[in-house]
């Protein structure tokens, strides 16, 4: 079975590796040492946060829910000013901090709030002496924003101007790191964004298989992450971006091909609205099969006739479902309708009149078809990758753009991320990155000639001099080889 396409034989705040300060913590902040009784109090208060942020968010300004929780919040927070302190708090790389003090148990508890903060650039948010019930109110008009929300108010500094609020500080806020735990800190949150989509998209798979309403701004949220991380480090997220799980295959191949047509659509374009619609609509490309009975979707063998026209129509069944979801991008819909009408029409739906497959919807099948080869599925074993990127190159002008082949090539190299490689040495090494030599990849060997473990390290094949005269001859197996790729390439 297969449902592949037929072919033939920065307003928004950027990782935390790379962010700058937008506003420093207070100096105060630093020197404070809470109490541990001040401290054991932090489980209070961020609880009355999230349930003011969430009241704000779900009821109008004024209504009795709202001004319940903002009294609590007001509550927990003037304990501390009765103590003649500052509430100074960080949210960071899936943690929560009161001033330089790390909350880990309620890092475990708040991780929503955490990624919500974090998410729309609020990390750091100090509540000084002085505040009142007025100006907490209005803080919280700004505290229970979301992403899309703070990039169409301008940005988080316009929308903190907006609103008078001189007793609570808010802004994105980073910590002076070595390089060691900048890039560890950066890998930290590319896994995380991996990881938040995945789960929005089992999310939102069990709410359309079971005809349930579907979150726009958890998808939305989940895309713009991914868009984030790519434009902060691409090579780090393509490299996540061969994640793969035989029990989950829908789940990391929608995640997996988000990162791929994020990665080639900021090619074209680094305009922000273009790729977080492109992302959700990648997201969101194969939510029709979430409605497709699972007989069909994991048969082994053949579809018959009857069970194929069903996988047809998963495109049509997926964008009935998203033009149902309100604040959904009409480009993010043509995705989800257009991933298998490849690029010379001959695709499914058919439509009538033709017309041109739609620039996002060229990307996404691209992305599509290389994730699908590359994993194993329970129809199909996976192919090489190198296999892979020659099947495609096979097919453009057909089922493909040729110039999002050309691209898409430059940007994977012959012998992509994650990719086991034998080298004309005989030694055994894993494709780093890709260079502009797209023969002559970065990589990391891990067996000397002979087969035997070495400790891994990384050659630049496109440098001749430290190359030494060593060249890629072929992608390998890795489940043959008993290579897991993520011990060699993850952290920790």
């Not at 009784?37 to 109008?60: D, H, N």
């Not at 708040?110 to 000084?128: A, P």
């Not at 992302?279 to 979707?297: N, S």
Request: glycine residues 6%; hydrophobic residues 40%.
């Amino acid at each position: 079975m297969t449902d592949d396409l037929i072919i033939t034989p920065n307003p928004e705040p950027p990782s935390i590796a790379k962010v700058e300060f937008e506003r420093a913590v207070a100096e105060e902040m630093s020197s404070t040492v809470f109490s541990s009784r001040q401290t054991a109090r932090t489980r209070e208060l961020l609880a009355r946060l999230s349930g003011a942020r969430r009241s704000v968010t779900f009821y109008p300004r004024g209504h009795v829910v709202v001004k319940d929780n903002i009294v609590a919040l007001m509550a927990a927070i003037e304990q501390y000013h009765k103590d003649g302190v500052d509430v100074p708090l960080v949210f960071f790389d899936n943690e929560v901090l009161l001033g330089e003090q790390l909350l880990a148990q309620e890092s475990m508890i708040f991780d929503q709030l955490i990624r919500d903060m974090t998410e729309s650039g609020m990390t750091s948010v100090t509540f000084l002496q002085g505040l009142d019930m007025d100006e907490l109110e209005r803080a919280l008009q700004v505290l229970a924003l979301d992403g899309n929300a703070i990039e169409q108010a301008g940005g988080l500094e316009k929308a903190v101007a907006s609103v008078s609020i001189p007793h609570v500080q808010i802004g994105t806020v980073a910590f002076a790191r070595d390089a060691g735990d900048f890039e560890a800190a950066e890998e930290a949150t590319n896994r995380h964004s991996y990881m938040h989509a995945l789960d929005a998209v089992r999310e939102f798979g069990e709410r359309a298989a079971n005809n349930k309403p579907v979150s726009v701004y958890q998808v939305r949220d989940a895309a713009r992450s991914i868009v984030d991380n790519v434009l902060g480090n691409k090579g780090a997220m393509l490299e996540l971006g061969g994640l793969k799980s035989h029990d989950e295959y829908t789940f990391f191949h929608s995640v997996n091909v988000t990162i791929l047509s994020v990665a080639l659509g900021s090619l074209i374009s680094t305009n922000r609205r273009f790729l977080n619609s492109l992302g959700v609509g990648a997201l969101m490309h194969d939510i029709g099969k979430m409605t497709v009975e699972l007989d069909i979707i994991n048969k082994r063998g053949p579809l018959s006739a009857e069970e194929w026209e069903i996988m047809r129509l998963h495109p049509v069944h997926g964008a009935e479902v998203a033009a149902s979801m309100r604040g959904l991008d009409r480009s993010s819909i043509v995705v989800i309708l257009e991933h298998h009408m490849r690029y010379d029409l001959d695709g499914y739906p058919g439509r009538t009149p033709r017309r041109p497959q739609h620039l996002t919807s060229r990307i996404v099948a691209l992305a599509d078809a290389y994730d699908a080869m590359t994993s194993r599925r329970s129809y199909a074993e996976a192919r090489p990758q190198d296999e892979a990127m020659e099947v495609i190159a096979k097919n453009a002008g057909t089922a493909f753009d040729p110039e999002l082949v050309r691209m898409f090539t430059q940007m994977m190299g012959i012998y992509p991320p994650r990719s086991v490689v034998r080298l004309s040495t005989g030694e055994i090494a894993i494709v780093v990155m890709p260079n502009s030599d797209i023969v002559s990849p970065c990589v990391r060997i891990i067996t000397d000639s002979d087969g035997a473990f070495v400790t891994p390290h990384d050659l630049d094949l496109s440098d001749a001099a430290k190359a030494g005269g060593r060249k890629v001859e072929q992608c390998l197996d890795a489940a043959l080889l008993n290579i897991d790729v993520d011990d060699y390439l993850l952290p920790g």
